[in-house]
């Protein structure tokens, strides 16, 4: 494998248009250690594209002119490790080139994201990252950069400005990297002295032990914690107990929290985290009728273990009960009565399929004929129908673990939940898709008419009062046509993981 070493940006444009690939980007500022090395080889397990890692001290993000001065610097061994793990090229570009007054646009981190944390006490901070991670990306245009978990908040920053700024491309997160005693792989770790070391492995076995009480009690006690630190040799500069993604302080409601300090050894700051989670993810997905929902959650629920959630079925179950049984539900009163005494569950059948009881009568097929299709959506307009669904549902997903699909999760029903979806396709695709169904169970129905029925049930859904189909602030749109639901339900998944941080993988 051909190694090249870019001293100036000429250098790298030069290598750009020799490779005739991707470039996965690895921004470092040198001092390798295996948390680096790992983003190396995970980027270079990453298909055909080539790894291209940069060693640069960025003087804009020291706050502190000693800590600048001090920060290690092993160029010879980093070119050597950085290459033994799979870099292809190693740009190594000079203060002078990159910080070139014409060249360089000052970026501004978010406000909201670089207000706790490490921005509290390092001014300026995060704006030197964006600064000179925006120059890199101006100059090197990646497919993908890979980052470290160790500095999530950073995570952060730079996917909220790429999100910004418009910019093309994908960031990947890596779990943090440990040494064997928990204390998470630094630059700054090589000056700790072997009694700062012991002291360090302390704030990161709090941590830990943090966590395991936040299992049991779903509480964080800081104070307890920092008790912990007295009388030690280290001075916890914070330690604060946020949102995972929006690092505000409000978590009541948070399912995904973070738990993460910066403590001083003597000279030297070290910061540690651990995310904690109340209950398994959620994943959300809403759309109208014929976007391909369906086989994608279920697909998805297959994958990934999770529950299926068809909550369009419960809609479907309850409208066939209601005309069955023949009951006045336009009256609010004999209407309650009867949800009082209803019961709805999913079971799974011999085909591993999931079947859909209402009041123990199974009514898998029958919910899907087009008599029901054509009243479902005025009985889900009634207001205690879905007062008492919504609320049959969030009982079924309480624990996490869940995807649900219809057509108010992401507002409504699980408005918390970690991943929202939208999915859409064009009337034509979606009336196409519904013959090809009611085709295979046995009903003949005109094209036309199909469209013509979905497009009034879009219209009703989507106007009436409470909770309409919409799309959440915070969802993905993924317009399905030309895409198979293989391709779908793997785009999702990737959404889904790229957002979590890599570390609670194990959690659920
Ligand atoms: O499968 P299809 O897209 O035709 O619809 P469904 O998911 O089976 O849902 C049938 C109807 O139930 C929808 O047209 C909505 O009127 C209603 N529904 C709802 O109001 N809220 C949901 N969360 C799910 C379905």
């Not at 990947?172 to 630059?187: A, E, L, M, N």
């Not at 914070?238 to 399912?255: G, R, V």
């Not at 205690?384 to 997903?397: C, S, Y």
Request: charged share 25%; aromatic share 8%; glycine share 4%.
């Amino acid at each position: 494998m051909q190694q090249t070493i870019l001293k100036t940006i000429n250098d790298l444009y030069k290598w750009k248009n020799n490779i005739e690939a991707n470039i996965n980007f690895v921004p470092t500022m040198g001092n390798l250690h295996k948390g680096h090395l790992e983003l190396i080889q995970q980027s270079n397990k990453d298909g055909s594209n080539k790894t291209l890692v940069s060693i640069f001290i960025n003087p804009l993000q020291f706050n502190d002119k000693k800590d600048f001065k001090n920060y290690p610097k092993t160029l010879e061994k980093d070119i050597h490790l950085a290459f033994t793990s799979g870099a292809n090229a190693i740009f190594l570009p000079s203060e002078s080139e990159i910080l070139n007054i014409k060249s360089l646009i000052h970026q501004k981190a978010s406000q909201k994201l670089s207000s706790n944390l490490c921005g509290k006490s390092r001014e300026g901070h995060f704006d030197g990252v964006c600064t000179i991670v925006f120059r890199m990306l101006k100059i090197i245009n990646p497919q993908k950069m890979f980052l470290g978990e160790k500095d999530w908040q950073q995570v952060l920053i730079l996917k909220n400005m790429i999100k910004e700024l418009n910019l093309k491309v994908e960031i990947k997160s890596i779990t943090t990297q440990r040494d064997i005693d928990g204390v998470p792989f630094s630059s700054r770790n090589n000056l700790l002295t072997n009694l700062e070391r012991k002291d360090l492995q302390l704030f990161s076995k709090e941590l830990k032990k943090a966590k395991k009480n936040f299992l049991i009690n779903k509480t964080i006690n800081l104070e307890e914690i920092n008790n912990s630190f007295k009388n030690k040799n280290l001075k916890v500069e914070y330690l604060q107990h946020l949102s995972a993604f929006s690092l505000s302080e409000s978590i009541e409601k948070e399912n995904i929290t973070i738990l993460a300090g910066a403590i001083l050894c003597g000279s030297k700051r070290l910061i540690d985290h651990v995310f904690l989670m109340k209950r398994k993810p959620i994943i959300a997905i809403d759309g109208p009728a014929g976007s391909g929902k369906s086989t994608v959650t279920k697909l998805i629920a297959k994958k990934l273990n999770f529950i299926y959630l068809d909550t369009g079925a419960m809609y479907r179950a309850l409208s066939w009960f209601l005309l069955d049984q023949k009951i006045s539900y336009e009256n609010d009163n004999i209407l309650k009565k009867f949800l009082n005494k209803l019961n709805i569950v999913f079971k799974t059948n011999l085909n591993s399929e999931q079947d859909i009881l209402i009041n123990d009568i199974c009514v898998t097929d029958k919910i899907r004929s087009p008599r029901i299709s054509s009243i479902v959506s005025s009985i889900a307009s009634i207001s205690n129908v879905r007062e008492f669904l919504v609320n049959e549902q969030r009982k079924i997903g309480n624990n996490g673990g869940i995807v649900a699909e219809g057509r108010d999760i992401g507002t409504t029903v699980f408005p918390k939940a970690e991943i929202k979806i939208y999915l859409n396709a064009s009337i034509d695709e979606r009336a196409k898709r519904r013959k090809i169904e009611l085709n295979i169970q046995g009903h003949d129905v005109d094209f036309n008419k199909l469209k013509d029925q979905i497009k009034k049930r879009d219209f009703d859904d989507s106007t009436r009062n409470i909770s309409p189909l919409v799309k959440a602030e915070d969802a993905v749109e993924i317009i399905t046509d030309n895409f198979s639901a293989e391709q779908i339900a793997e785009k999702i998944i990737q959404i889904f993981y790229e957002k979590l941080p890599k570390e609670i993988k194990n959690d659920f």
